[in-house]
């Protein structure tokens, strides 16, 4: 959409200087800025083929975002050219017609576009975006590129990248590559029948002249030596500079589907795991002959590494050898289906190691094909998967917490090529508010992920893809019924960090599968636990070892599956109508059938949470053992249903929760154990519950929310007493704060109040006095205990506390302490009546 001339003359003047300088600028989210920050854009706001047009335009692309570009060290744009059929067909003829992107819908059905009947789907047949759209050839394109650099440096003063798409499906742009002349190279089904390339397909031979293939293609010729070759000549050529590879290409042949290669659904064929993992692992390396030198940028999957390696052979571990990678992110579909919990532990998982510190955050702005803006309508304009993604952070092999280093904005634009100017204006400031709030320590919930432990165990044994399986889709479910997790690290870098650093998790529980027998990860979550370490255990403990079983205090027997009867010490969510007592514990989607068992019943220690009973035989299945020896460390053990299964979508279907019993929610109701309780308040079973973070920044803690029924009201007390969260008021029950938060929220907490009842609100106040920067006041306090988390870097010289006072801070101020520090860096004040403020 292009600006009128007068706003765009006004634009520019106050551009001006910005435009005259063209230097990079200084970021001013200290210490935070993005490295990269990347405008995903179709062609379609390109409404005519005329230079000087396609300059204006792309000038105003920039403009609309700069208030978030000058935030980063690099600007990006990813032209969404075509299908990535522009780089098959090309032949290095610059006059060569360019096939783009100028539809809606899917133009490679059987129906001719802007044709059929008009019952028919966007899915099923496609319109021209409009009447008469431009032409463009391959000379067009490379001044498209070049048009981009030349004004996307006037306006942000940045380097400019511009980089080049390939999707295996049937989106976007028409193929006859794909969908007439080398149907051999479809696999995938994820949006019908073979309609997905395959990444190890091979060529069937053609005579026609290509970039690459002057005198056409040989027989037997794989897809990735022609990709590669292919990409490397249109990149050159056009002055793109990286590619990314969409939709799960690369990945495997499922992207989107909870089944595979190797999982149909109704078992594990392991016998495919080795060959499948090598036809991927070929993929990379003929790609990476033809084009060794370009940065490649990846979608990845809708699904997590461990369920990718278990359902589809993808070693991702492999894969991330290539120094020039980019992981994948986030996927967007949470914004269609609200599974936040995939997308989280997808996110995660993909994130635990990486190739080096670069990783990924993708937001879903616009979609320019499918006739949806997600910021304006499937989202409604709530910004929680801004919020909830980038409280996500990773702690890596020095104990560093790391934050995505790029940001991409999937579209720019609509699927009518405009370019509404509320879309930046709305969500820029989420963005930035995230990013000013983003983590700097680790969370009260840190998960321990296995990430080269499932690639060992995948390959060296016959029994274990199951478990690696289950694992990722257990973490899936609890985060979507409530629990918070939202720090990662992976296994091989925790057992470097507790070495360098033993203190460092003190703050934190951990979250991690039954290590292997005899490991060196066994043998440091023992010492962890036994030096005063908070731990939580999930999953089947048939490969634990001696030194693990005597921690946990368990013993396998023999498994059981089906229908169960669930007993738990906890009173649970407040509810009308309780959560059924039934259970289904699927072996196959559940890691095996359940076989723990307290192994001395006698151990005072030992305290068992839940049970399982079938026929008369009971399984314990879950359990929490902590000894005086253990210097206040605690290990709670869950043993974990999946509560979901495949009935043949592209992901497991929960079970009802009005039916039976939702088996993840064990993890959060267990965090009870460590002092936590996030209890939620809502009519009855069948209302979804909300998806929760709480991250640290700054020694604050940032709690963010999505609450898919609006209705229901969330109930937090942690250790230190109840949160506060800025800017609002609770009626405080039995100690726990009690907040009904809309559908997207974010909110710091730095003040934890011991009380059983009563209103209490938190707000924030003006400094007002030369040498303050915070200043909050509590109110509604009776005989309280107040716990106050101010900056890292306040001494208590720098912090005060008045009882009943006001501005000019003259009176009442009175004394308090330091805090445990056990729950980190605090000050205490106590028996406190009134008001209270405090300030640093």
């Given at each position: 959409m292009i600006v009128n001339k007068t706003l765009r003359a006004w634009i520019a003047l106050l551009l001006a200087p910005l435009a005259a300088t063209a230097q990079p600028q200084t970021s001013t989210l200290k210490g935070v800025p993005f490295n990269n920050i990347t405008l995903e854009v179709s062609l379609k706001?390109?409404?005519?083929?005329?230079?000087?047009?396609?300059?204006?335009?792309?000038?105003?692309?920039?403009?609309?975002?700069?208030?978030?570009?000058?935030?980063?060290?690099?600007?990006?744009?990813?032209?969404?050219?075509?299908?990535?059929?522009?780089?098959?067909?090309?032949?290095?003829?610059?006059?060569q017609r360019l096939e783009w992107a100028r539809y809606i819908g899917n133009p490679n059905t059987r129906h001719a576009v802007n044709s059929g009947p008009k019952e028919l789907s966007i899915h099923e047949r496609a319109y021209l975006y409009l009447e008469n759209p431009p032409e463009f050839t391959y000379g067009d394109l490379k001044f498209i590129v070049q048009a981009l650099k030349e004004e996307g440096r006037k306006v942000t003063g940045k380097p400019i990248r511009i980089g080049e798409t390939f999707d295996p499906g049937p989106e976007f742009a028409q193929s006859d590559f794909k969908y007439n002349r080398h149907r051999e190279i479809l696999g995938g089904s994820a949006m019908g029948h073979n309609t997905m390339v395959s990444c190890y397909s091979v060529l069937k031979a053609d005579s026609q002249p290509y970039a690459g293939f002057p005198n056409g293609i040989p027989e037997g010729t794989p897809f990735g030596t022609f990709l590669g070759r292919q990409s490397r000549h249109l990149l050159q050529d056009m002055g793109f500079d990286y590619i990314w590879l969409s939709n799960g290409f690369g990945f495997g042949v499922e992207g989107w589907s909870s089944t595979g290669a190797i999982f149909d659904g109704k078992g594990f064929d392991q016998d495919k795991l080795a060959a499948t993992r090598s036809k991927i692992a070929d993929f990379w390396k003929f790609f990476r002959n033809e084009c060794p030198d370009v940065q490649v940028q990846t979608r990845g999957t809708n699904l997590s590494a461990g369920a990718d390696l278990a359902r589809d052979g993808v070693d991702l571990k492999s894969i991330y050898k290539d120094k020039n990678i980019l992981p994948p992110p986030n996927s967007p579909w949470a914004a269609l289906d609200g599974d936040f919990g995939l997308e989280m532990v997808g996110y995660m998982s993909r994130m635990a190691e990486l190739p080096d510190e670069r990783y990924l955050f993708r937001y879903y702005t616009h979609d320019p094909w499918w006739i949806n803006s997600p910021w304006l309508d499937r989202y409604g304009r709530e910004p929680h998967d801004i919020y909830l993604p980038l409280a996500v952070s990773r702690v890596n092999a020095k104990g560093e917490v790391k934050l995505p280093s790029h940001l991409n904005l999937l579209s720019i634009d609509d699927s009518f090529g405009n370019m509404p100017t509320q879309v930046p204006d709305e969500v820029t400031p989420h963005i930035l508010k995230a990013r000013y709030d983003a983590p700097t320590a680790p969370g009260p919930l840190v998960w321990v992920y296995p990430f080269d432990e499932y690639y060992d165990w995948a390959f060296r044994y016959k029994d274990r893809l199951p478990e690696i399986y289950y694992g990722d889709w257990l973490i899936r479910q609890a985060l979507n019924n409530g629990l918070p997790v939202n720090t990662v690290i992976s296994t091989t870098s925790f057992k470097k960090v507790i070495q360098i650093d033993p203190a460092r998790f003190k703050e934190s529980v951990l979250l991690t599968v039954v290590p292997e027998a005899g490991s060196e990860l066994e043998k440091t979550l023992v010492s962890f636990?036994?030096?005063?370490?908070?731990?939580?255990?999930?999953?089947?403990?048939?490969?634990?070892?001696?030194?693990?079983?005597e921690l946990l205090n368990l013993q396998n027997v023999t498994p059981l599956e089906g229908g169960f009867n669930i007993s738990s010490v906890y009173a649970g969510d407040q509810m009308g109508k309780p959560y059924p007592d039934k259970i289904i514990h699927h072996a196959l989607f559940s890691g095996g059938g359940v076989g723990t068992r307290v192994q001395n019943l006698k151990d005072p220690s030992t305290k068992v949470l839940a049970q399982m009973s079938q026929g008369g035989q009971k399984r314990d299945a879950a359990w929490v053992r902590s000894t005086k020896e253990w210097n206040g460390g605690k290990v709670v053990y869950i043993r974990g249903t999946n509560s979901s299964k495949f009935t043949g979508g592209k992901l497991l279907t929960p079970d009802d929760p009005s039916q039976l019993f939702t088996g993840p929610l064990l993890l959060r109701y267990a965090m009870h154990e460590f002092g936590v309780d996030l209890n939620i308040v809502k009519e009855d079973p069948s209302i979804k519950n909300p998806v929760l973070t709480v991250s640290r920044s700054h020694n604050a803690f940032i709690f963010a929310g999505y609450n898919p029924n609006t209705t229901i009201s969330n109930k937090f007390r942690f250790p230190q007493g109840a949160p506060l969260l800025n800017g609002l008021d609770t009626k405080l029950d039995k100690g726990h704060s009690v907040y009904s938060l809309p559908t997207s929220w974010n909110r710091e907490s730095r003040v934890f109040v011991e009380q059983n009842e009563g209103i209490v609100s938190l707000k924030e106040l003006h400094s007002g006095e030369m040498g303050i920067t915070k200043r909050y006041r509590i109110t509604g306090l009776k005989n309280a205990i107040v716990r106050i988390y101010p900056h890292e870097n306040i001494s208590s010289e720098q912090f005060n506390a008045y009882l009943n006072a006001n501005y000019p801070w003259k009176e009442g101020r009175i004394s308090f302490k330091a805090g445990d520090p056990k729950f980190g860096k605090h000050y205490v004040v106590e028996n406190v009546t009134g008001d209270l403020v405090v300030s640093w």
């Open positions: 706001p390109f409404r005519k083929n005329d230079q000087a047009y396609i300059r204006e335009t792309a000038h105003e692309m920039f403009t609309q975002w700069h208030s978030l570009l000058r935030h980063a060290d690099t600007v990006s744009v990813m032209l969404w050219t075509g299908d990535g059929s522009e780089i098959l067909e090309y032949k290095g003829d610059p006059a636990v036994q030096n005063g370490g908070k731990l939580m255990v999930y999953g089947p403990a048939g490969h634990a070892g001696k030194a693990f079983l």
